[in-house]
């Protein structure tokens, strides 16, 4: 046993007359150790020294009586050694409770309370038990991703994770209706050809609003 161990001695071991007026247990302190197994233990009623040999004591365990509260604090001090260095190796955090063990987490959480906002104002999502869920429909994940836009701007994304949808299972094909290099380049020599002026535009929420083949 190291230095600082908690015992416990059951006065009960060394007859009725030692026992006698005691505690049926007396706790205290490994302080030092000696020869042949001999152990100096406080007492912690007394704070008195005294010799024995292991043999007599016993360890304590320690349960510790956890709420919801020490629990929390626990997780949250286990994640703040964790991620200690990860301010300066990781730019952005990679969930929420990431987030909150920054030094700029209040800058985080306004960022995730403002996209929630916008899913909740434009009703964008429906919540609905398991047991209405179809049989037939695909389960996937909702993804965290967290920036830093180029004004300074927090900003973070809810992501439908559909990499986990199966081709040939899930969908037959995908297509995307994007513009091409050619077609962008053609669509500014005509803008400076005819002096216009472009105008270009940030749309802050986008949600998919087309019909899916398969309910998701």
């Known amino acids: 046993m190291p230095r600082g161990t908690r015992v416990v001695l059951d006065t009960a071991r060394f007859g009725e007359d030692y026992a006698k007026g005691k505690p049926s247990k007396e706790y205290g302190t490994l302080v030092k150790k000696g020869l042949a197994g001999k152990l100096f233990i406080r007492w912690d009623n007394d ?14 365990v320690v349960v510790e009586k956890f709420t919801v509260h020490t629990l929390i604090a626990t997780i949250v001090r286990g994640v703040e050694l964790q991620y200690a260095r990860s301010e300066t190796s ?7 409770f990431e987030c909150l063990v920054r030094s700029d987490w209040r800058m985080w959480v306004e960022a995730v309370r403002k996209e929630m906002r916008g899913w909740d104002e434009n009703e964008a999502y429906r919540e609905v038990s398991m047991s209405t869920v179809p049989h037939d429909a ?4 909702i993804v965290e991703l967290y920036s830093i836009k180029r ?3 927090y900003k973070y994304w809810q992501i439908a994770y559909g990499i986990l949808l199966r081709k040939g299972i899930d969908y037959k ?9 050619d077609a962008f380049r053609w669509f500014l020599s005509v ?17 998919l609003t087309a019909d899916q083949r398969i309910p998701l």
């Open 138 to 141: 695909a389960l996937i994940l």
């Open 191 to 207: 803008a400076c050809a005819c002096g216009k002026m472009i105008r270009g535009l940030d749309i802050s929420t986008v949600y």
């Open 173 to 181: 094909f995908t297509f995307s209706t994007t513009t091409g290099a």
């Open 47 to 60: 704070d008195s020294v005294t010799q024995l040999h292991w043999t007599h004591l016993e360890p304590v």
């Open 151 to 153: 004004c300074g701007r």
């Open 90 to 96: 990781q730019p952005f955090p990679r969930s929420f």
